[in-house]
């Protein structure tokens, strides 16, 4: 069972990841940029983390009782998917087709970047 101080450095950690968020989305407002606000706020994060500014350890606890619970987030997205049946019928096979397209193109995108990376890294 965790800790109160255990407890309270989760918190600090989901604030600290939620600051962030909110900074890019604030950025996105201010700066009127066509990007989502939870993108801004992951390249804010990663540019932190680049500089040195936040260390992994600061986060990994509470990124870690995110991602061990991030099921729990897709609940009322999926409850609210129920509404759709008409769409889902129409055109369910063309989402499915695209939601496919999109993830091979990400899968690909992703390991051509980690083997360009990983070329880099050991020459």
């Given at each position: ?45 990663f ?19 995110l ?14 998917l ?19 397209a ?16 990983h070329?880099?890294?050991?020459r």
């Amino acid at each position: 069972m965790a800790t109160l101080k255990q407890l309270l450095k989760i918190a600090f950690q989901i604030l600290l990841l939620w600051l962030v968020f909110r900074c890019g989305s604030y950025v996105v407002t201010f700066l009127h940029l066509a990007l989502p606000g939870n993108v801004a706020g992951m390249l804010l994060m990663f540019a932190l983390l680049a500089a040195g500014v936040v260390k992994p350890v600061q986060i990994e606890a509470g990124g870690g009782f995110l991602l061990k619970h991030f099921a729990f987030f897709f609940i009322p997205i999926s409850v609210g998917l129920m509404a759709f049946g008409p769409l889902m019928r129409q055109s369910g096979l063309t989402l499915l087709a695209v939601l496919l397209a999109s993830a091979g193109v990400g899968v690909l995108v992703t390991g051509l970047t980690v083997q360009l990376l990983h070329g880099r890294s050991s020459r």
